[in-house]
């Protein structure tokens, strides 16, 4: 999903160069240690299940720290900064820049993951919120689960995502928010891209991940859910309201179903 980069940068915490791409087009992992993070690829993936997106979380709550004790870190090392081009090539959308300076980005790091509110800009608190690309095998292939919310005049076609609950994970609120906006039951089955935006001010980071229908669950509030609806991937670009939802799809690839 992410374009080769000519000096290979690591998709955890976006420390670059590493010394090889950690994996190769044909899949193989590096087995390279990041020496900024301590991600191993091939190693922490695989063999313990680990996510990029699990590992980065850790890595930013526990402070961002370099990781190596073997490896200096370089002299210009610049976490914040790290994180903002990841979130370049993981939300394809053009993001908000913060008048001042400061990137958006680095409202990610704090968005992402972690720190609960202050961003760098005092006073801006960061929204966390997660949801799904929720997708069932269906009569016309894959299909995939859309809402229609009671906003714009009942008619904005989005994702079933909401606001993190106190202490809950993404991964957790993801499963939830699906539930409780399209009555499906659902399994996480990969991460699938970060959305960020700005609402009245504030920060808002939007983690998704590509999930698959597993049963029917709770029904969902019809006072903020108008219609759900199973959709072809085609349908789906053509209703969707959002750009940032539609860039988003159209980036990802087909899920492992
Ligand atoms: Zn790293």
């Given at each position: 999903m992410k374009p080769a980069a000519p000096s290979p940068a690591c998709p955890v915490c976006g420390f670059s160069p590493l010394a090889e791409a950690p994996r190769s087009p044909a899949g193989g992992a590096s087995y390279e240690i990041c020496p900024c993070c301590g991600f191993q690829f091939g190693y922490d993936d695989d063999a313990r299940g680990e996510t990029y997106l699990n590992h980065r979380q850790r890595w930013i709550a526990g402070g961002m720290k370099w990781w190596s004790r073997g490896q200096k870190a370089p002299a210009n090392w610049h976490p914040e900064a790290q994180l903002e081009s990841l979130r370049r090539v993981e939300a394809p959308q053009k993001s908000s820049q913060i008048p001042?300076?400061?990137?958006a980005g680095s409202g990610y790091s704090a968005a992402g993951m972690g720190r609960q509110t202050s961003d760098v800009r005092d006073n801006v608190s960061t929204v966390r919120a997660a949801g799904g690309l929720v997708w069932r095998r269906g009569a016309r292939g894959l299909e995939l689960a859309l809402i229609r919310r009671a906003r714009h005049g009942d008619n904005e076609w989005s994702l079933p995502k909401g606001k993190l609950d106190p202490g809950e994970t993404f991964e957790e609120a993801a499963v939830r928010e699906v539930e409780e906006e399209t009555g499906i039951r659902a399994r996480l089955l990969r991460f699938a891209g970060v959305m960020q935006y700005e609402v009245k001010g504030d920060n808002k980071v939007v983690c998704l991940w590509d999930m698959e229908a597993i049963g029917e669950g709770r029904a969902y509030d019809n006072g903020e859910v108008k219609e759900v609806r199973w959709v072809t991937r085609e349908e789906a670009l053509k209703l969707l309201t959002h750009e940032q939802n539609r860039e988003l799809l159209r980036h990802l690839p087909p899920p492992p179903l």
């Open positions: 001042g300076g400061r990137a």
